[in-house]
């Protein structure tokens, strides 16, 4: 079987092992089916706020659940994922993204300091808010069925 891609990974094992421990983080875990949905909910929004491939989208979190499928997002949608230290400051966040070019910054960090700075939105709102996206018109990244086979 070859898998060329993390996110291919994810999906196949989303569909030949749906009900399989794939993230965990205390009380909170993801199958491959659950983690498969919130990468294609965090998607739908992703693209309501204009990302499109190659477009740069810098997160910051930890190590939970919410980054993996976070980050598994932004590259469904086809875009760069920059990865900010959780321990930086706001500031040093938003001259990281400006420098990036990022189109927005995602994170869990108050940053009321810098809102104006760059387009910030929550993290956390983005994962919460992914059960609820309707995903029927993101086409689904499927690997080859041949693939799913081997």
Same mark, same amino acid.
């Given at each position: 079987m070859n898998f060329d891609?993390?996110?291919?990974?994810?999906?196949?094992?989303?569909?030949?092992?749906?009900?399989?421990? *794939? &993230?965990?983080?205390k009380k909170e875990q993801l199958t491959y089916a659950g983690l498969y949905k919130k990468i294609l909910g965090i998607s739908a929004l992703l693209k309501k706020e204009g990302i499109l491939p190659g477009d740069v989208v810098c997160f910051s979190?930890?190590?939970?659940?919410?980054?993996?499928?976070?980050?598994?997002?932004?590259?469904?949608?086809? *875009? &760069?994922?920059v990865f900010l230290d959780k321990n930086s400051?706001?500031?040093n966040m938003v001259a990281i993204c400006q420098e990036a070019g990022a189109k927005l910054l995602l994170t869990a960090k108050p940053m009321k300091e810098v809102v104006e700075s760059c387009n910030l939105r929550s993290l956390r709102e983005f994962y919460q808010q992914a059960e609820e996206q309707d995903v029927s018109s993101l086409v689904a990244h499927t690997p080859a069925r041949e693939e799913l086979a081997d």
């Open positions: 891609t993390l996110l291919n990974r994810v999906c196949v094992l989303s569909q030949t092992q749906p009900d399989k421990l *794939a &993230v965990a983080f979190a930890v190590s939970k659940p919410e980054m993996v499928a976070t980050y598994l997002a932004i590259h469904f949608c086809g *875009a &760069v994922a400051t706001p500031e």
